[in-house]
């Protein structure tokens, strides 16, 4: 039993390994962006781009690697998730900006904690933080056939990867915003982390403006109708870019948390397709009258002509 359960560590910690190796040799690949939408990482000069992807790679690994020394892990990630998932965002901010600066930067918890975008991740910690986690201890987890199956019997390398790739990237997202919230009033640090162009403070605004539009979007619209759909976006890292894909998921129990703006969105989608299947009975049934008058009251009509001009020319 005992060589059993080594083996099955020794596998996990290889998974572990083979998957974040990939990972990260793909953020030398983050620089194109093939994806709609904004994103908070475009704001960053390419190099710097791969430092922060960089980072987040290796805080997410080290991370999981800690977990994984625990008795129990899955049970750690399950009981712990938010304390981990928001100390992992913490700690990437800090060694991020400690890159830049040469020294310790020492980021509150309580601002992370508060920041809008941080708020928004939390709402899906589970599919973004966990289920990775657990799919790497265990594929046939029931954290994940709960939320894949039956279109994913099983997690993948090629899977986990992907939802990794995301969560990276949303870590990363999570980052910048932060940085531009409570940071960007520092103009050098703007010159050496942004590109050219955010420099001014017109064009810095407008980007700002167009992610938390885009971030409330999500959170109140975009978010309840994926849950109500049974789908979930990803970002996924490609040596040609970063691009956005759709996949199932099953958090229909997720519905049943919604309050206020997002519940009223599921209801508004649902008035929507209430009116729109009894628009197209009303099509139906209008093109089913216009074919019955067309075939049977014009068609008896055209007959009597026809029948009159025939008795006409026998006279």
Same mark, same amino acid.
């Given at each position: 039993?005992?060589?059993?359960? /080594?083996?099955s560590?020794?596998?996990?910690?290889e998974?572990l390994?083979?998957?974040?190796?990939?990972?990260?040799?793909?953020?030398?690949?983050?620089? #194109? #962006?093939?994806? =709609?939408?904004?994103l908070?990482?475009?704001?960053?000069k390419n190099?710097k781009?791969?430092?922060l992807l960089?980072?987040?790679?290796?805080?997410?690994?080290?991370?999981?690697t800690?977990?994984?020394?625990?008795?129990?892990? =899955?049970?750690?990630?399950?009981e712990k998730?938010?304390r981990?998932?928001?100390?992992?965002?913490?700690?990437t901010?800090?060694?991020?900006?400690?890159?830049q600066?040469?020294y310790k930067i020492?980021?509150?918890?309580?601002q992370?904690?508060?920041?809008?975008y941080?708020?928004?991740?939390?709402?899906d910690k589970?599919i973004l933080? =966990?289920t990775?986690f657990?799919?790497? /201890?265990?594929?046939?987890?029931?954290?994940?056939?709960?939320?894949?199956?039956?279109?994913?019997?099983?997690a993948s390398?090629?899977?986990?990867?992907?939802?990794?790739?995301?969560l990276?990237?949303?870590?990363?997202?999570?980052t910048?915003?932060?940085?531009m919230t #409570?940071w960007?009033?520092?103009?050098?640090l &703007? =010159?050496?982390?942004?590109?050219?162009?955010f420099?001014?403070? &017109?064009?810095?605004e &407008?980007?700002?403006?167009?992610?938390?539009w885009?971030?409330? !979007?999500?959170?109140?619209?975009?978010r309840?109708?994926?849950?109500?759909?049974?789908?979930?976006?990803i970002?996924?890292?490609r040596? *040609?870019g970063i691009? &956005?894909?759709k996949?199932f998921a *099953?958090?229909s129990?997720?519905?049943n948390?919604?309050k206020?703006l997002?519940?009223?969105t599921i209801?508004l !989608?649902?008035?929507?397709?209430f009116?729109?299947?009894?628009f197209?009975?009303?099509?139906?049934?209008?093109?089913?009258?216009?074919?019955?008058?067309?075939?049977s009251v014009?068609?008896q009509?055209l007959?009597?002509?026809w029948?009159?001009?025939i008795?006409?020319?026998?006279?």
């Open positions: 039993m005992a060589e059993l359960i /080594l083996d560590s020794v596998n996990v910690n998974r390994a083979t998957i974040f190796s990939r990972v990260l040799y793909k953020t030398n690949f983050g620089n #194109k #962006k093939g994806t =709609q939408g904004v908070s990482l475009d704001l960053l190099d781009k791969r430092e960089t980072i987040a790679t290796t805080r997410l690994e080290k991370t999981y800690t977990i994984l020394s625990d008795k129990n892990p =899955q049970q750690t990630i399950n998730s938010e981990l998932f928001l100390y992992l965002i913490k700690g901010c800090e060694d991020f900006l400690t890159k600066y040469g020492h980021v509150p918890m309580y992370v904690k508060k920041l809008l941080t708020k928004s991740l939390l709402q589970e933080f =966990q990775p657990n799919s790497i /201890l265990d594929p046939e987890s029931p954290t994940f056939t709960k939320l894949y199956s039956p279109i994913y019997s099983s390398n090629t899977l986990i990867e992907a939802l990794i790739d995301n990276i990237i949303e870590i990363s997202n999570c910048i915003y932060f940085l #409570k960007s009033s520092i103009y050098a &703007r =010159q050496t982390l942004y590109k050219v162009k420099l001014s403070l &017109r064009n810095f &407008r980007f700002r403006n167009n992610l938390v885009q971030l409330n !979007v999500k959170t109140y619209i975009e309840p109708i994926e849950l109500y759909n049974n789908s979930f976006n970002y996924v890292l040596v *040609n691009y &956005r894909r996949i *099953n958090r129990n997720d519905i948390l919604l206020n997002p519940l009223l209801l !989608v649902e008035i929507r397709d009116l729109v299947s009894r197209d009975e009303l099509i139906y049934f209008v093109s089913k009258g216009v074919r019955f008058t067309f075939t014009l068609g009509f007959g009597l002509i029948r009159g001009i008795e006409g020319l026998k006279k």
